[in-house]
């Protein structure tokens, strides 16, 4: 029923593509920037944060900033999708109660939403990779196919999160002080290298999946390499989480208009 329901939204994104621009569009029309703001914290924190750090730790700026941006624009997409999905099943209750029982729009909504912040963030990135020395090009060709991978991942965490949301609603809390920890344990204002192979610390990095999805990502354009087993993990982890998300959603989605 999951893979049926998330056909029927792909064939009609009218209510979560088109919903989900809408309410960006809206949040920003009264301001005098517009959707300029959208720019404004990818900006500030990969050019104004990404040279602070890099001073502080003593790398070379042009270098440092294009991990920092390139790492905060993917965290942001993956931790909305997550922390959002928590709420999003409660936040349509009126939708779920009148009969819309096709959860996957929901999730597609936030997926969508979140996917529209990460576009606007582009040109930006282009302007860090531009300045960046150790810049790939041909490392580009890899990141579409990986970048589709981490879609994946996060879809099916945003349905078990979803369901999980709509029946404990102490799971936005716990995903957002979760995420507070993740941001520091995932390579974003430090760099892999510098954590001890066989260290505590190089254990909670290795099993973090937010690492392995933005390295995935950034290491090739960066001209850095990435290990087999991130696209072990990755591979092991889609299979095994579309399982999951597919048994939770058959077991558990027909309850989803008591829980709400």
Do not use: C
Request: proline share 6%; no cysteine.
């Amino acid at each position: 029923m999951l893979f049926k329901h998330f056909r029927g939204s792909l064939r009609e994104p009218e209510f979560w593509a088109y919903s989900s621009w809408l309410d960006i569009v809206t949040k920003y029309r009264r301001s005098r920037l517009g959707l300029f703001w959208l720019l404004v914290p990818v900006a500030l924190y990969t050019f104004g944060v990404g040279w602070f750090f890099a001073h502080l730790t003593g790398n070379d700026p042009y270098a440092f900033i294009p991990h920092l941006g390139i790492g905060f624009v993917l965290f942001r997409l993956l931790s909305t999708v997550i922390n959002e999905s928590t709420s999003v099943l409660p936040n349509h209750s009126s939708f779920v109660l009148d009969g819309h029982t096709r959860l996957t729009d929901f999730v597609m909504r936030v997926v969508a939403k979140a996917a529209f912040y990460f576009l606007t963030a582009l040109p930006l990135l282009a302007i860090a990779l531009a300045m960046a020395p150790n810049f790939v090009p041909s490392g580009l060709l890899a990141v579409l196919p990986l970048l589709l991978v981490a879609l994946l991942n996060v879809a099916w965490i945003g349905v078990v999160v979803s369901l999980l949301g709509a029946r404990f609603p102490d799971m936005h809390e716990l995903m957002g002080s979760t995420f507070v920890f993740a941001f520091i344990l995932t390579p974003i204002l430090w760099q892999a290298t510098l954590v001890p192979e066989g260290s505590m610390r190089s254990v909670l990095m290795r099993i973090n999946p937010l690492f392995h999805m933005i390295e995935a990502i950034r290491a090739p354009v960066l001209g850095e390499q990435v290990f087999a087993s991130t696209y072990w993990y990755l591979g092991i982890m889609t299979v095994a989480g579309w399982s999951l998300a597919w048994w939770l959603y058959r077991r558990y989605a027909r309850f989803v208009p008591l829980w709400v």
